[in-house]
């Protein structure tokens, strides 16, 4: 039997449904579901179930939706540290000695994967880096007492437990960089969690047809952010930039989607975002979004933080997905090859400027970035890209 189970967390309580729904967006929303489901779609000769400590939810839960076994277990939450269920526990280890599956957990800096590395060593550990630093850069670099002791004591577990993790799925370089540097015997494989191309853009719109659904003007030139309006984004700076570039080019407007005003994860820049005359939109439904990349006539992402290491992102992926070129010190993370024909790659604050200013004058510059994105970042090759690991974590399994 090759079964894999996904362990994954509630990450983000304020969008969760906390108990059963119609559509089963209970069960099949978050990265961990939407892993298993690639995993199952992509490769399905896999046994696949869906593991989720949730502290939002009172009981435990279980059903099958298109052959992936999603299990929910209620669980109390160190903020900023772990979720524990003692159920969760009993219930992996029944499952260990039954099936001996590979773990494959979402989020490598967090307390899931210490619980699975040090409670479950002789399973097969895959895990995936989404975004978060190493506590050691935590450690060194945050002035805040409390915060400084946390990143200790996790650098310290995962010295212990690290030596049982096999595979690191990593879309930022920085974090290759310290992983093997630290940790020599852990496999670190570029990767990136995809996009379904199939479900969100099977026929890119023309961007005049985009703007006239969206109610844009069609002489206006627009600068697309999607995600929250948060630090480690800096959108602080984007919304300066805009405002450098509006006192020269009125016509061009700055979009900020995704947000929300007070999140789980904070907005620190919303109420700035509002007072700057930016259209700020909120959230929008997955199944919209390739209107909003298409109508933009660029995509910006601030990448310059040290303490950033959120890889390309999937939001500049998917504006590459609808033909619309990115700016972003991200792009250096990019997996594809030629990749100035997609975007500009500014490393300091003036430089985003000159690129904003220049694909906005020069978008003919700019080429085969859907062709691009279907060739590396399609779900259907990511995955299937992942067999081969797979297969030698499974054929390296201990009996």
């Given at each position: 039997m090759k079964k894999i189970l996904v362990l994954c967390i509630n990450y983000e309580k304020s969008i969760f449904p906390n108990q059963p729904d119609a559509e089963n967006r209970f069960y099949v929303y978050g990265f961990g579901a939407e892993v298993g489901k690639n995993l199952k779609t992509y490769i399905p000769e896999y046994e696949v179930e869906v593991w989720r400590l949730d502290s939002n939810v009172k009981h435990s839960y279980e059903k099958k939706i298109l052959d992936v076994i999603y299990k929910i277990f209620p669980s109390f939450q160190i903020k900023g540290f772990s979720d524990f269920s003692v159920n969760f526990i009993r219930a992996l280890r029944k499952e260990a000695r039954k099936s001996n599956p590979i773990l494959?957990?979402?989020?490598?800096?967090?307390?899931?994967l210490y619980q699975a590395a040090l409670f479950f060593s002789k399973l097969s550990i895959i895990t995936t880096h989404h975004?978060?630093?190493?506590?050691?850069?935590?450690?060194?670099?945050?002035?805040?007492?409390?915060?400084?002791?946390?990143?200790?004591?996790?650098?310290?577990?995962?010295?212990?437990?690290?030596r049982n993790v096999n595979v690191v799925l990593v879309g930022e370089t920085k974090e290759s960089d310290y992983l093997k540097k630290n940790f020599p015997d852990i496999k670190c494989v570029s990767w990136s969690w995809g996009i379904n191309l199939e479900r969100f853009y099977p026929n890119p719109v023309s961007r005049t047809n985009a703007r006239n659904s969206l109610g844009w003007?069609?002489?206006?030139?627009?600068?697309?952010?999607?995600?929250?309006?948060?630090?480690?984004?800096?959108?602080?700076?984007?919304?300066?930039?805009?405002?450098?570039?509006?006192?020269?080019?009125?016509e061009v407007e700055l979009v900020l989607a995704g947000n929300e005003p007070k999140g789980h994860w904070g907005e620190e820049y919303y109420e700035m975002a509002v007072g700057s005359g930016a259209m700020v939109l909120g959230r929008i439904l997955n199944v919209d979004l390739h209107k909003y990349y298409t109508a933009a006539d660029v995509y910006v992402m601030i990448a310059l933080r040290e303490d950033y290491y959120g890889g390309t992102g999937i939001a500049p992926l998917e504006s590459l997905a609808c033909n619309t070129p990115v700016v972003s010190y991200a792009l250096r993370n990019y997996i594809g090859d030629s990749v100035n024909e997609i975007g500009e790659m500014p490393d300091t604050l003036d430089g985003y400027k000159k690129a904003i200013l220049n694909v906005l004058d020069h978008p003919e510059q700019y080429k085969n970035m859907r062709e691009s994105i279907e060739k590396f970042y399609s779900s259907s090759n990511t995955f299937k890209n992942l067999k081969p690991y797979l297969e030698e974590l499974f054929n390296k399994r201990r009996k």
């Open positions: 494959f957990v979402i989020f490598n800096h967090y307390g899931v975004g978060g630093g190493p506590p050691a850069f935590d450690f060194k670099h945050d002035k805040k007492i409390i915060h400084k002791i946390r990143a200790g004591i996790k650098w310290l577990i995962e010295k212990l437990t690290y003007d069609n002489n206006k030139k627009y600068i697309l952010y999607v995600g929250k309006l948060y630090k480690y984004k800096e959108v602080d700076k984007l919304i300066e930039i805009w405002k450098e570039i509006k006192k020269e080019r009125p």
